[in-house]
T-cell receptor, first 113, second 111 residues
Framework: SQTIHQWPATLVQPVGSPLSLECTVE??????LYWYRQAAGRGLQLLFY??????ISSEVPQNLSASRPQDRQFILSSKKLLLSDSGFYLC????????????FGQGTRLTVV | GQQLNQSPQSMFIQEGEDVSMNCTSS?????WLWYKQDPGEGPVLLIA?????ELTSNGRLTAQFGITRKDSFLNISASIPSDVGIYFC???????????FGQGTELSVKP
């Protein structure tokens, strides 16, 4: 069966520090991968999605970047965090072909102080 | 850009009541999904809809994919306290599989 792992679960970082959140998927190959941000417990904003290794689509201009160094690994990064980067970050995967359902990780609560 | 309009934003109901929420869009979607999110957790998939007009049930939950492919609804029958949470609709459009979410419906159930 497929599983998705996202870590860390919580993170407190100072303004200006770098960020790296990692997401890995097991039990499937060539998935679509997604990073979402959720502010104040409502509304999932799509940040990045990827249909393959090295293929990243950015949905909104922001202080973040994403990379997909391996088929089932998706990384969310920032060189210098802003206070406004605080939020709940969610990684998700779906089947790579066609329009199939997506499954989420447990999320990372990021607080920038 | 693509948007899903979900309503209502919140609902306060008595245990045992039925609940209905819906999503609409100006764009056609190929797949509609309904999720539930508990506080501090990732959303969990409840129902997936793949064909226009499709009506699918999952226990006390029923969802339908609108004929026009621009809307979907979710019904919860005989609500119980554990139904509390935020419900999201989501749509997939195009072969790339980009998943777009509605704004969520926060459900509160009074015992």
């Amino acid at each position: 069966s497929q599983t998705i792992h996202q870590w860390p679960a919580t993170l407190v970082q100072p303004v200006g520090s770098p960020l790296s959140l990692e997401c890995t998927v097991e039990g499937t190959s060539n998935p679509n991968l997604y990073w979402y941000r959720q502010a104040a417990g409502r509304g999932l904003q799509l940040l990045f999605y990827s249909v393959g290794i090295g293929q990243i689509s950015s949905e909104v201009p922001q202080n973040l970047s994403a990379s997909r160094p391996q088929d089932r690994q998706f990384i969310l990064s920032s060189k210098k965090l802003l206070l406004s980067d605080s939020g709940f970050y969610l990684c998700a995967w779906s089947g790579g072909k066609g329009n199939t359902e997506a499954f989420f990780g447990q999320g990372t609560r990021l607080t920038v102080v | 850009g693509q948007q899903l309009n979900q309503s209502p934003q919140s609902m306060f109901i008595q245990e045992g009541e039925d609940v209905s929420m819906n999503c609409t869009s100006s764009s056609i979607f190929n797949t509609w999904l309904w999720y539930k999110q508990d506080p501090g957790e990732g959303p969990v998939l409840l129902i997936a809809l793949y064909k226009a007009g499709e009506l699918t049930s999952n226990g006390r939950l029923t969802a339908q994919f609108g004929i026009t492919r621009k809307d979907s609804f979710l019904n919860i029958s005989a609500s119980i306290p554990s139904d509390v949470g935020i419900y999201f609709c989501a749509g997939i459009r195009g072969q790339g599989g980009k998943l777009i979410f509605g704004q969520g419906t926060e459900l509160s159930v009074k015992p």
